[in-house]
């Protein structure tokens, strides 16, 4: 049995746990709200980006034709999959569940015979996967969305993204990573960038009434239309990736660090009880061990 020493410096310790998850927890939702109001404002925006893409592709003359972006190589030989995660831990199992998808995605693959390069975004995406697959990883991107998901660094790995697709490095391009749905529910969520979805697959998720749909002539051409938007729809898509991605950490980093505080009540209660009781013992022992010696005398 532990000393009552030994009990006070766990309970202490505990304590001083529970003051620094509390304090994380009141951070991570302080941060949630201003993340999911980014993720929100975000999703109509890249909604209506790929029903124009849409409606673009739908009128290209000459398939054929289509930029490569739009249309693909041809081919599904090489597949690049991004993974995106957090730098940071302490967020349950929000990471955990990208990089399991990720294993699933790239075990899927190899067995159908295509080769998998995976892009990293996130230094936990790498710490997971470089041992089962550290030979895949070309490269990770850290310190993105430090302090808040800009524009500009969804532009920036659009850019590398789309220099690997023309140099011929990949096929398929498929970001994998959390779709926020509320503090304690986030999505696994598989995007394929590069081609462009299908327009039934696009469609998903919409509601079943049947809309007549407006019928749009664009000047210049489509196929002009295209080269100009496609790089831009490309780096909107990946922007509303990691703005969903960092509200599901903030939402899953809260309520992870609520269970430790309340699990770190619970322990100091546990803990508070066992010291009491071993308290009461030993002063019971020393009264008897006094009242023993005075009858003694």
């Known amino acids: 049995m532990a000393s009552l020493k030994e009990l006070r410096g766990r ?10 998850t509390s304090a994380m927890k009141m951070v991570a939702a302080s941060k949630l709200r201003r993340a999911q109001e980014q993720a929100e404002a975000s999703r109509p925006f890249a909604e209506r980006m790929r029903e124009m893409l849409m409606n673009l592709a739908a009128g290209v003359a000459d398939p054929e034709s289509a930029p490569p972006l739009l249309g693909g ?8 999959l991004i993974v995106a995660t957090a730098d940071r831990g302490l967020c349950g199992g929000f990471n955990s569940s990208i990089v399991r998808g990720a294993r699933r995605r790239v075990r899927e693959l190899r067995e ?17 996967l470089r041992r089962e697959h550290g030979e895949l990883i070309i490269d990770t991107i850290e310190g993105v969305g430090r302090q808040r998901i800009a524009y500009d660094e969804a532009v920036a790995i659009a850019r590398r993204v789309e220099e690997m697709f023309h140099a011929g490095e990949f096929d398929v391009c498929t970001i994998v990573y959390n779709r926020f749905k509320s503090a304690i529910t986030q999505i696994l969520t598989f995007k394929q960038l590069i081609p462009v979805e299908a327009a039934g697959e696009a469609d998903e998720g919409r509601n079943g009434n049947d809309e007549i749909k407006a019928v749009y002539e664009f000047e210049p051409e489509e196929e002009v239309i295209l080269k100009e938007l496609l790089p831009r729809s490309l780096a909107v898509q990946i ?6 991605n960092a509200a599901s950490e903030q939402g899953a980093r809260m309520t992870a660090m609520d269970n430790a505080t309340r699990n770190a009540g619970d322990m100091i209660d546990r803990l508070s009880i066992v010291y009491n009781r071993t308290r009461q013992a030993q002063i019971t022992t020393e009264l008897t061990e006094i009242i023993s010696g005075a009858e003694a005398l």
């Open 239 to 244: 922007f509303g990736a990691l703005v969903e």
């Open 112 to 128: 159908a015979g295509r080769q998998v390069r995976i892009l990293c975004i996130g230094r936990k995406a790498r710490d997971m």
């Open 73 to 80: 190589t041809g081919r599904e030989d090489t597949h690049l």
């Open 11 to 20: 309970i202490n310790s505990v304590k001083q746990t529970q003051k620094i």
